[in-house]
């Protein structure tokens, strides 16, 4: 079954250490994409990547990174959380530019 | 700046009855154009998409979705709506000339089905 795998589900955790959240897909996608989602604003992308080790910034960077070593994964990282990062996160996969996402089911982080 | 308006936050409908979910986009050319759904506790779903061509789109679970140029708009509709339709819906926007093809979201509409 196609799917985007993201890991954990749910996580609460206090500012300043440092956590990643998985992501996988097994539909060889080459674009991959990490969103957060707040009440309000809709899905904001935070980071992409168009092939392994080939990544650039979206819409609200600031406080993450990201790496793709492999074209199957797309972790994010928190190095130091705060707060305001506080949100729904969805990382999603595409085939080519302009086709479809699929999403993964989502992380909900609570940063205490 | 390229923007998806979604003018509605909440809709409240009867199970049965029509439905119509509104998208306008601030684009110049004609984008991609896609609608998701968010059933909660999961992620976005596909529910239909324009590309091209036929301006009144088919998608799954009875929605269609018509392309209007002249009011830059993309709503979504289904002629009877059940329970089961109740979730977050969001319009989503591809400009094709920026080179990123990078989404640009709604803020989404959330409905609510009555018994």
């Known amino acids: 079954e196609a799917q985007v795998t993201q890991n954990p589900r749910y996580l609460i955790t206090v500012t300043g250490k440092k956590l990643t959240v998985t992501c996988s897909q097994n539909?060889?996608?080459?674009?991959m994409s990490w969103y957060r989602q707040d009440p309000g604003l809709g899905l904001r992308q935070i980071y992409y990547s168009m092939n392994v080790e080939v990544t650039d910034k979206g819409d609200v960077p600031e406080g993450y990174k990201v790496s793709r070593k492999e074209k199957r994964n797309f972790p994010l990282i928190l190095e130091s959380p705060s707060p305001n990062q506080t949100s729904l996160y969805f990382c999603a996969s595409k085939r080519a530019p302009g086709q479809p996402q699929h999403f993964g089911d989502g992380t909900r982080l609570s940063i205490l | 700046a390229q923007s998806v308006t979604q003018p509605d936050i909440h809709i409240t409908v009867s199970e049965g009855a029509s439905l119509e979910l509104r998208c306008n986009y601030s684009y110049g050319a004609t984008p991609y154009l896609f609608w998701y759904v968010q059933s909660p506790g999961q992620g976005l779903q596909l529910l239909l998409k324009?590309?091209?061509?036929?301006?009144l789109v088919q998608g799954i679970k009875g929605f269609e979705a018509e392309f209007k140029r002249s009011q830059s708009s993309f709503n979504l509709r289904k002629p009877s709506v059940h329970w089961s339709d109740a979730a977050e819906y969001f319009c989503?926007?591809?400009?094709?000339?920026?080179?990123?093809?990078?989404?640009?979201f709604g803020t989404g509409t959330r409905l609510k089905v009555l018994a």
């Open positions: 324009y590309f091209s061509g036929d301006t």
């Open positions: 539909m060889n996608h080459e674009y």
């Open positions: 989503a926007v591809v400009p094709t000339t920026s080179g990123t093809y990078k989404y640009i």
